[in-house]
């Protein structure tokens, strides 16, 4: 099953053309990065997804469904947003900060129901975010603060996710267990992942499938393990890079020129 | 939470009860509750007719018009304060005061003064406040598609020149400046039961859609993309939000003039109390307004008696050390 469909997206901001006939099938269950040097257009990629942007022409359909004919409240619950740079509220909880992403879910004028406690519940728990709770959000360290973004898109219970730089700012150790947490929703959950990563690497060993964007075009759209050995990915950089076998993981190295 | 509300509960009837006793004419408390439930129908006054009339003409309708207005006033402030993210926002942020001053001055200036100021002044002090809003709204971003910043900045040119207009208005006609002063200054001094029925409808409607937004302006305290990925409605949200305000604050600074320093100050003191949740600012910022602003008149028609101080003038002095007290409390029980 199709979970994400682009057909032909254009995204123009004034004159300047940032998406540029884009097209691309995520099938359901599966974790799909888009890779490619600043300014290819990942983020108005992934945004338009998400249904932040408003597509200049073409169309993106979710579970089947045109996004451009869902309500914010339907969209909220097909489609969830990890943003690069989330706003974090002081002084509120981590426990209500996660519950934001019953909202679509229960509503402006009613309370969280019991289900959507128990949603809450489980997403904390299987964050290990429980023991921070009833914490002040400004009090996490930064792994612990892109847990609790990734908690409350989880609480949406969507069919698929979208992450905009979801490890930037995180050491070697968090970056590999927020990646893991969500590999783990992935293979466990079904859940359908879009994210855009900086890491070669680690986009390589994480996600099904690579898509290399370039100046607002699909560049490659293959396996990781055919994109980050093409010849074409060097191109769109500007530099040589290679590819290296560690332990049957590939590494992207840059190489100086 | 639950001390915080059942201390400005205290304080609210507490300031009830001193509007109603409080004043050059002294009388007890069980007298003046007696006489008020006599006006209904239940047993009857032993005061007499002189201060019947005080209590059930003169301070009942400008107590109960100080609630509704000080209600309005600090849940505009708080809901401006959420729905565009900015701590100085004020229920006067796109043009009500420069609205509904200019409306006020032209009517004091130009329609007479004397007799007719008493029905001109609110009925063209509530249409400046609203159709300036409305120009804000339209040109801070044609309607819906409008954002925070791009509404405020509208806001701030609309209200510099309907300013303008009125300093010219009130300058061009020196016989009227000090009317003009006065009611730009705010008081609750006119305060009648036809005033009360007129605000009465306006309060009661806007302070209620206000109180219900709070859930929906704790999803924004995220920011307007990521509320709109919550499956926030933020255009709607934000059209309803400040209609309300707008609306009430229009009704209420058409009757008494404009009050500063209530809109803002009273939400940042309730937000040091109860924290950062709308869901709880707004309905204690509701009961904390009502009764700073009835406080703050009682003073303000009490301490130079038988003149009296522009509220405004009391607000600011009452509200501000209160505001440097609560911030220094808060502070230490942080550290």
Redesign the interface.
Known sequence: MTAVRVRELSVRVGSTLLLDGVSLDIEAGTWCTIVGPNGAGKTTLV?SV???RRPHAGSISIGGQPLASL???Q???A???V?QH???????SVL?YVS??R??HHG??RSASASDRAVVDSVLKRLALDPFAERDVLTLSGGERQRMVLG?ALA?STMVMVLDEPITGLDLRHQMELLELLRTEVNECGLTVVATLHDLTLAGQFADRLVLLDRGRVVLDASAAEVVRAPELGECYGMKLRVVDIDGADVVVPVRS | MAIVALCTLVALCASVVGGLVIGPTPMGVGRVVGDLFSHVGLGHSTLSPLQSTIVWQLRAPRLVLGLLAGAMLAVAGGTYQGVFRNPLADPYLLGVAAGAGLGATFAIVNVGGGVATPTWTPLLAFVGAMVAVLVTWLLGGHGLRSNASTLILAGVAVSSLLTSVQTYLQQSSSNSIARVYIWLLGSLATANWHTVDMVLPYVVGCVAVCVAAGRALDVMSVGENESRSLGLPVQRVRLIVVAASSLGTAAVVSAVGLIGFVGIIVPHIVRLLVGTSYRRILPISVAFGAAFLVFSDTIARTVLAPSELPIGVVTALVGAPVFVVILNLRRRVLQ
Do not use: H, N
Not at chain 1, 86 to 92: F, K, L, R, S, Y
């Open positions: 945004e998400a249904g932040l309500s914010e409240r969209r909220a619950r489609v969830s947003l943003p989330p706003e974090v509220p002081a002084g509120m209500d934001l992403g909202t679509a402006l004028f409350r949406q």
